[in-house]
């Protein structure tokens, strides 16, 4: 079973991101600040990354930078309510940017692309 | 021209092979020509390129260069948009040291970031040649290239097994790369010579981000050479740029002053009637950090014999050296050295503030920053001796390192 992790400071999303990609049958770790996420890439090991933004404390971009840091190869999907990091440099490190919707099918479809392209070399 | 491009110097580099010389400072603060420092002919090319932008980036042992950047080369306005800075690394995207010259360039890809430049010139602080990087722009411009290379011919004899070779069409675009091949692929139009990387390159800036990214997340060696551009050429528009020397001699010159005896070749060059490398032209002028000496001066002119005569023959003496008694021949003189009475300096390169005591004899020799030579003391005659206390190398260049206490030999 793929494991994801979830980062998110919204605590109703959180939980919905949780049960959504749970019922999709994935293991589902959250973290609320970009601190814990890089310290739950480092000590856990993930498949994929669900990476907000806006967040208190280091921000989605500045975590991707310390999520590679402590592990390149894990891929990120910034998933975000705002267009306007796509110009972002460091953004360009996610496997792929989604502007968040209430509709989840987008972000369902990108997590199983990625991970079915990650598995022949895993 | 040059107002949307990034400079970036990569100036980190450890120049192990030059140790000691580069024991306390970085391989671009090495001091060449009496005068200069290495960074010094590529911040030159930099000024008489209209280059008005630039990053420093350093890493080891940056005090010395820091230092000299500063006091010499603080002359750009920045309310015309001007700037140089000098970049430690910041430890932002990464906890380690910069891994490669890509991965130098991934490391700060927030200070790119803050100016978003449509280009980036990237370039070494470690070479000495001349050249208008402002030309190899604009042929980056006219090709609309992803990523330009600065290339160097060599004669396909000399470059076979020794070098990275660039392939490149009739359009100097680059259709591959061999390294170090038995027999190398030539210059369209020149069946004698091969093309061989100087490691610069002028980057649109997305295209540059786009791989430095890609290539932090692989195992590689993080390098522009190795792994940057062989990724690129068959994807992206790749080209090469030919080396115009502006140094305007029959030989091109371009050296990466890779061991201590290219270094004292290199200098030694510059004490011939007509150098390879011209320092003296004004219209490619080289520019330095100096400290206000007096003059150089020579004392004793006693002809008769056992008399004192200090006099420097096929040499550069620099500001504030006095050449009191003693005689200077082949050798370069850094500011403020003293020669004294009855010693002999002979295709010898002396530092800021050596000072070489009287009856002293010095022969093929390197004597670093401040080092004091005692009266009587003989370095470069007896090399198995002088190879218990020094770097000694392979074609008997005596070098005596910063702080070190040269001791009396009778």
């Known amino acids: ?122 | 021209m040059m107002n949307n491009v990034m400079t970036i110097i990569l100036a980190g580099g450890r120049g192990e092979r030059l140790y000691p010389l580069t024991k306390d400072r970085a391989k671009p603060a090495v001091p060449f020509g009496g005068i200069y420092r290495i960074i010094d002919f590529t911040l030159s090319n930099c000024l008489n390129s209209h280059v008005r932008k630039i990053n420093v980036f350093t890493q080891y042992k940056s005090i010395s260069l820091d230092r000299h950047i500063k006091l010499g080369w603080n002359i750009f306005n920045n309310e015309l948009g001007e700037y140089i800075n000098v970049i430690p690394p910041q430890q932002r995207t990464s906890e380690n040291w910069y891994m490669g010259t890509a991965d130098a360039i991934y490391q700060n890809i927030y200070s790119i970031e803050a100016e978003r430049p449509e280009h980036v010139m990237i370039l070494s602080g470690d070479h000495i040649y001349k050249m208008n990087y402002e030309m190899m722009f604009r042929f980056h411009v006219e090709k609309n290239a992803d990523v330009t290379v600065g290339g160097i011919e060599f004669d396909v004899a000399k470059a076979a097994r020794q070098f990275g070779i660039l392939e490149i069409n009739e359009d100097r675009r680059i259709i591959g790369f061999e390294e170090k091949p038995e027999h190398p692929k030539t210059i369209p139009g020149s069946p004698d010579k091969a093309l061989s990387s100087m490691g610069i390159y002028i980057f649109k800036t997305d295209k540059l981000m786009r791989a430095v990214i890609e290539d932090t997340k692989k195992d590689s060696a993080h390098d522009f050479g190795k792994n940057i551009i062989p990724g690129m050429f068959k994807k992206d528009r790749v080209f090469a740029y030919l080396f115009v020397d502006e140094n305007k001699k029959e030989v091109k010159y371009w050296r990466d002053i890779g061991t201590l005896d290219a270094y004292w070749e290199a200098n030694m060059d510059l004490i011939e009637v007509t150098p390879v490398f011209n320092m003296y032209d004004k219209e490619w002028p080289l520019r330095t950090y100096q400290e206000q000496h007096p003059p150089a001066k020579t004392v004793f002119a006693q002809e008769h014999k056992g008399g004192r005569v200090g006099a420097a023959l096929d040499s550069i003496i620099s500001a504030g050296c006095i050449i009191s008694g003693g005689k200077v021949q082949r050798s370069i003189l850094s500011p403020e050295v003293r020669v004294n009475s009855y010693s002999n300096v002979f295709q010898s390169i002396l530092m800021e503030g050596v000072n070489i005591g009287r009856h002293a004899k010095i022969k093929n020799a390197i004597i670093d920053k401040g080092v004091s030579i005692p009266e009587y003391a003989e370095i470069g005659y007896d090399l198995e001796k002088d190879r218990k206390h020094y770097t000694v190398t392979d074609s008997g260049i005596v070098v005596i390192p910063k702080g070190a206490t040269v001791e009396n030999d009778k």
């Open chain 1, 1 to 122: 079973m793929a494991t994801i992790l979830v980062v998110e400071d919204d605590k109703n999303q959180r939980v919905l991101y949780e049960d959504e990609l749970k019922e999709e049958g994935y293991h589902v770790i959250l973290a609320k600040d970009g601190r814990e996420a890089v310290r739950k890439v480092r000590d856990n090991k993930i498949d994929l990354v669900v990476l907000d933004i806006r967040m208190p404390g280091a921000d989605g971009v500045e975590t991707l930078s310390n999520i590679i840091a402590v592990n390149k190869k894990v891929p990120v999907i910034l998933n975000t309510a705002y267009t306007s990091y796509k110009d972002n440099f460091m953004t360009w490190a996610a496997e792929k940017y989604i502007v968040k919707s209430s509709d989840l099918s987008e972000l369902k479809k990108s997590i199983k692309e990625i991970l079915d392209r990650k598995k022949p070399g895993e």
